[in-house]
C-alpha cells in the first residue's frame, strides 16, 4: 500500500498543482499609442507588471499600437499597429509570435470565440482607408479574406458571443453592415439624421442587444440584433461628449460609456434604457477604452490625457491614466499611470466580464 501511494503522489500532486492559467491572475494590456509601448497591468493587485516597449521589438516610434483582444483562456493577445500596417499575436510570456505585416491601417479587433477568425477594421486616423473588413487565421496569422464593406471608413466592429454574425460600420455615413460568419450573407442598415460618427460597438451575452456611440452626436444607440445581420435602433440616449468604447456587464443588464470630451463615464440601465450615474474625477482625463475585470467588481478606463486634463504625479509628465472605478458604489478606486496617450484595452474574454458560470 504504501508503495501504491508513493507511486500515485506525484499524480496527486500535479492535479492538485495550479496549472500556468490558473496560477497567474488576470492581465489588462494598455496601448500606449503615442509611445509605442503596451503596459500590462496585473488586474489583481491593480498595478503595471511589466512595459513592453516596441522598439526593442524592431518597430519605429511610431508604431502606433493602438488596440488589442485576448484569447478567453489568456494564452495569446494580438495589437494593431497603425503606423506601421500590422498584426501582432503575442503569448502569456509577451513574446511575438506571430504577426501580419500587409493589413492597411488596422483599427479595432474582435475575436470569434469558437473559431480560429479574428476580425479586423480601419484606424479612425486614417483619411481614406480601404472600404473593407479582415478575416484572419489568427493560429497562422494570415489574412484569409477581405470582405468589402461598400462605405467608407470601416471601423467599429463586434461579433457575437456565439459566433454567428459580425457588424461593421462606417465613421463617414449612418451605414452599418451585419453578416453571417457562415454564409457570408450581409445586411445594411442605414440611419436617418444626423451622421453619428458610430466609434465603438458593444454587445450583450445573449447577442440580442447591440450598443455604439456617436462621436458627433453625443447620443448611445440601443440596436436589437435579435434578427441579425438585420439591425434595428430601439433607443437613442443622450450621454456625454464624443462616447468613445463601451462595456456591458456579463448579465447584460448595465453599460458603460465613456465619454472622452466630458471626462466623464455614463453608467446605462439596459433593461429599462436610461443614464443611471456619471463618473468624474481624478484619472479621467479623455476616456477612450473600457474592460471589466472577470468578476465585474472594477471597471478599468483608458485616458489620453493629451490635454493635460490629469497631473501626473510620476517621471512621465505625458503619461495617460487607467482609472479604476468600483462598479459597486461607482467610485473612483486607483489611478494607475501607464504610457503616454493610451487607447485600446483589451483582457482575456475579450471586452466584457466573464460570468461565474462560464
Known amino acids: 500500500m504504501r508503495r501504491l501511494c508513493l507511486l500515485l503522489l506525484p499524480l496527486l500532486l500535479l492535479c492538485a498543482w495550479p496549472t500556468t492559467s490558473q496560477a497567474q491572475s488576470p492581465k489588462l494590456y494598455v496601448t500606449n499609442q503615442g509611445?509605442?509601448?503596451v503596459s500590462v497591468i496585473d488586474m489583481e493587485t491593480q498595478s503595471v507588471e511589466t512595459t513592453i516597449d516596441?522598439?526593442?521589438?524592431?518597430?519605429s516610434e511610431n508604431a502606433k499600437p493602438h488596440h488589442v483582444v485576448a484569447e478567453p483562456d489568456g494564452s495569446h493577445w494580438y495589437v494593431?499597429?497603425?503606423g506601421a500596417n500590422t498584426i501582432l499575436k503575442f503569448n502569456r510570456q509577451n513574446?511575438?509570435?506571430?504577426?501580419?505585416?500587409?493589413?492597411e491601417v488596422p483599427g479595432l479587433l474582435a475575436l470569434h470565440r469558437s473559431s480560429d477568425r479574428l476580425y479586423a477594421g480601419r484606424s479612425m486616423s486614417a483619411v481614406d482607408p480601404p472600404k473593407s473588413m479582415g478575416v484572419l487565421n489568427r493560429e497562422e496569422m494570415a489574412v484569409t479574406e477581405r470582405i468589402d464593406t461598400f462605405f467608407p471608413r470601416p471601423h467599429p466592429i463586434a461579433v457575437t458571443e456565439d459566433g454567428t454574425h459580425a457588424f461593421i460600420a462606417s465613421l463617414a455615413t449612418n451605414q452599418l453592415?451585419?453578416?453571417?460568419?457562415?454564409?457570408?450573407?450581409?445586411?445594411?442598415t442605414r440611419l436617418g439624421g444626423d451622421t453619428q460618427?458610430?466609434?465603438q460597438f458593444a454587445m450583450t451575452p445573449d447577442g440580442n442587444t447591440m450598443l455604439a456611440g456617436g462621436q458627433r452626436t453625443g447620443q448611445l444607440l440601443l440596436f436589437d440584433a435579435s434578427e441579425a445581420p438585420a439591425l434595428t435602433v430601439t433607443d437613442t440616449l443622450q450621454v456625454g461628449k464624443q462616447p468613445w468604447h463601451p462595456v456591458i456587464s456579463g448579465d447584460g443588464t448595465t453599460a458603460y460609456v465613456p465619454n472622452k470630451m466630458s471626462h466623464s463615464v455614463s453608467v446605462v440601465d439596459l433593461t429599462n434604457p436610461s443614464v443611471t450615474t456619471t463618473i468624474e474625477g481624478k484619472g479621467l482625463a479623455q476616456p477612450h477604452g473600457t474592460v471589466l475585470s472577470p468578476d465585474g467588481r472594477y471597471l478599468f478606463v483608458s485616458n489620453n490625457n493629451r490635454k493635460g486634463t490629469y497631473t501626473p504625479e510620476g517621471d512621465n509628465s505625458k503619461a495617460g491614466t487607467v482609472t479604476v472605478i468600483d462598479t459597486k458604489t461607482n467610485e473612483i478606486t486607483k489611478v494607475i499611470e501607464v504610457g503616454t496617450y493610451p487607447t485600446g484595452l483589451g483582457t482575456f474574454g475579450g471586452q466584457r466580464a466573464v460570468m461565474a458560470s462560464e
Open 197 to 199: 460618427t458610430l466609434v
Open 35 to 37: 509611445e509605442a509601448t
Open 54 to 59: 516596441l522598439k526593442e521589438r524592431g518597430f
Open 80 to 82: 494593431t499597429l497603425i
Open 95 to 103: 513574446e511575438i509570435v506571430g504577426k501580419v505585416t500587409d493589413f
Open 177 to 188: 453592415m451585419g453578416m453571417s460568419t457562415e454564409s457570408g450573407e450581409t445586411t445594411l
